[in-house]
Structures are given as structure tokens and as C-alpha cells.
């Protein structure tokens, strides 16, 4: 249901924007997100948007910005200032909180930072 896009290869300092697109609806999920997984570490929450609010790691505040485009089913990830720690394999997520909570993950899109 969700197909995440935009990942490459980019210097240390410069930008990417990554896209997540849905098969349905945004609004259909109470809260979409990104989440990043880098070699031998755990997945960690980059960013999350609901409603009219916005959440970011401490890592990333002041470089990315979660939006999202409800004409396009979208949600977006601007990364400014890239630094080599967020090399990654960057997941979109929706999650449902009715019936019963459920997440939903797109494929990955791997995102790597050269110094």
C-alpha cells in the first residue's frame, strides 16, 4: 500500500527528497512517518505527521521536514544538510489505530552520504 521513493547517493551537506505514495487515501491513516535502519543498528523514527502536527528525531531537527500532499496520496521527506550518520535504508510508514493497530511499511529506499 505504500511505495516509498527518492533515495540515491548524495555529498555530505546536500539534499534529498524522498516521497512516499499510497495506494489509498493518506487521511486514511492516523499518523504516517519515516523510520531509517542503518547497518547493525535497529530501525529508529526519523519523523511522523497527524493531522496539523509534526514530530522529529533530535538528530534531524532543523534539516528535515515531513509533509505530506493529500491530493497525491503523498507524504514527503525533505533532507537538508545531509550528514554521513544518515546513511540509511529510509521506510515509509502508516498506521491504523482502529480495529486494532496496525503498521504499514513501504519497500525501503536506501539513502547514502559520502563525506
Known amino acids: 500500500q505504500l511505495q516509498a521513493s527518492g533515495g540515491g547517493l548524495v555529498q555530505a551537506g546536500g539534499s534529498l527528497r524522498l516521497s512516499c505514495a499510497a495506494s489509498?487515501?493518506?487521511?486514511?491513516?492516523?499518523?504516517m512517518g519515516w523510520y531509517r535502519q542503518a547497518p547493525g543498528k535497529q530501525r529508529e523514527l526519523v519523523a511522523t505527521?497527524?493531522?496539523?502536527?509534526?514530530n522529529y528525531a533530535d538528530s534531524v531537527k532543523g534539516r528535515f521536514t515531513i509533509s505530506r500532499d493529500g491530493a497525491k496520496n503523498t507524504v514527503y521527506l525533505q533532507m537538508n544538510s545531509l550528514k554521513p550518520e544518515d546513511t540509511a535504508v529510509y521506510y515509509c510508514?502508516?498506521?491504523?489505530?482502529?480495529?486494532?493497530?496496525?503498521?504499514?511499511w513501504g519497500q525501503g529506499t536506501q539513502v547514502t552520504v559520502s563525506s
Open positions: 510508514n502508516g498506521r491504523r489505530y482502529l480495529p486494532t493497530m496496525n503498521d504499514y
Open positions: 489509498r487515501s493518506i487521511f486514511s491513516f492516523n499518523i
Open positions: 505527521i497527524t493531522g496539523g502536527s509534526t
